[in-house]
C-alpha cells in the first residue's frame, strides 16, 4: 500500500514525520501503542514529539490506513488496517496478539443483521485467553 499516493489523493502531504510513522508502524511485529510508536521514532528524530505520533495516527485511522484496537484496559494499539474479517487473540500471560482469520465476524454481522436489524459497520473482535506457549501442559492421566 503506498501512503504516499493515498495522502495524495485526499489532499494531503507525505512529511517525513508521516513516513517515519507509518514506516515503524508497517515493520511492527506486533501492535505497538503511540507511545511504543513515538519511542522508536525517536531513535531517529530524537525531537519528534508524542503529539505529532498521535495526529499522524488518527489521520491514517481516517484514511482507512491505519486501526486502533483496544485489547483491555490500557491504551490503545496501533496495527496497518487490515479487513475486519480478521479477529485479535489477546493473550493474558504474556501480552502477545495474534490475528484470526475465520468466517465468525462474519457469523457475527449475518447475526446482527438476520436477529437484530443492526447493520454492523466495524467489527473489533478481541477474545482474551493464554496462548499455546503460555499455556500449562496438559495434566498426565
Known sequence: MDVGHRLR???YRLTP???LVWSVL???EHHLTAEEIHARVSR?????NVAS??????????????K?????????????????DAFHLVCRACGTVDHHQGDLVEQ???HLSGGH???AQDVDLVVHGVCAACAPPPAAG
Open 53 to 66: 505520533v498521535y495526529r499522524t495516527l488518527t489521520l491514517l485511522a481516517d484514511l482507512g490506513l491505519a
Open 9 to 11: 489523493d485526499e489532499g
Open 68 to 84: 486502533e484496537a483496544r485489547l483491555g484496559d490500557g491504551p490503545g494499539h496501533w496495527e496497518v488496517a487490515h479487513p475486519d
Open 108 to 110: 457475527v454481522r449475518a
Open 26 to 28: 508497517r515493520a511492527a
Open 117 to 119: 436489524g443492526f447493520v
Open 44 to 48: 531517529t528524530v530524537p525531537e519528534f
Open 17 to 19: 514525520q508521516r513516513q
